[in-house]
C-alpha cells in the first residue's frame, strides 16, 4: 500500500484546512486509515482514524470537535478536515494504512506540514 499525503499549508488561528491522503497499490487490504502527526522537538502522536469499509472514525482528545476525518473509497482516499486550528495544531501530518491481520500501522505516507499562525 502506497500512500500520498497532501494539502497542508500556512493557516492563521481559527482558520481551516483539509488535508488528502490517496491511498494506492493493495487497498482491498486495509483495514484503516490513521493520521498522525509530529510537531518540532515532540514524539509523533495519533491524530484520528477511520476504518475502510464502515467508516467508523476515532479522535484524539486534543482534537475531538474540531477534526474530522471521512474516506472517499471510489478514490481511496481518506480527508482531515481541520477546523478552528490553534498553533499548538502546528506539526507534519502523516497518514498511515493498517493492514488487514497486521499489527498497526506498517505503511506511511511521506507527510505534509501545517502551520498554523497566531
Known amino acids: 500500500v502506497q500512500l500520498q499525503a497532501s494539502g497542508g499549508g500556512l493557516v492563521q488561528a481559527g482558520g481551516s484546512l483539509r488535508l488528502s491522503c490517496a491511498a494506492s497499490?493493495?487497498?482491498?487490504?486495509?483495514?484503516?486509515v490513521g493520521w498522525f502527526r509530529q510537531a518540532p522537538g515532540k514524539n509523533r502522536e495519533f491524530v484520528a482514524s477511520i476504518t475502510w469499509n464502515n467508516g467508523r472514525t476515532y479522535y484524539a482528545d486534543s482534537v475531538k470537535g474540531r477534526v474530522t476525518t471521512s474516506r472517499d473509497n471510489a478514490k481511496n482516499t481518506v480527508y482531515l478536515q481541520m477546523d478552528s486550528l490553534k498553533p499548538e495544531d502546528t506539526a507534519v501530518y502523516y497518514c498511515?494504512?493498517?493492514?488487514?491481520?497486521?499489527?498497526?500501522?506498517?505503511?506511511w505516507g511521506q507527510g505534509t506540514l501545517v502551520t498554523v499562525s497566531s
Open positions: 498511515a494504512a493498517h493492514r488487514t491481520g497486521a499489527g498497526g500501522y506498517g505503511y
Open positions: 497499490g493493495r487497498t482491498d487490504s486495509v483495514y484503516a
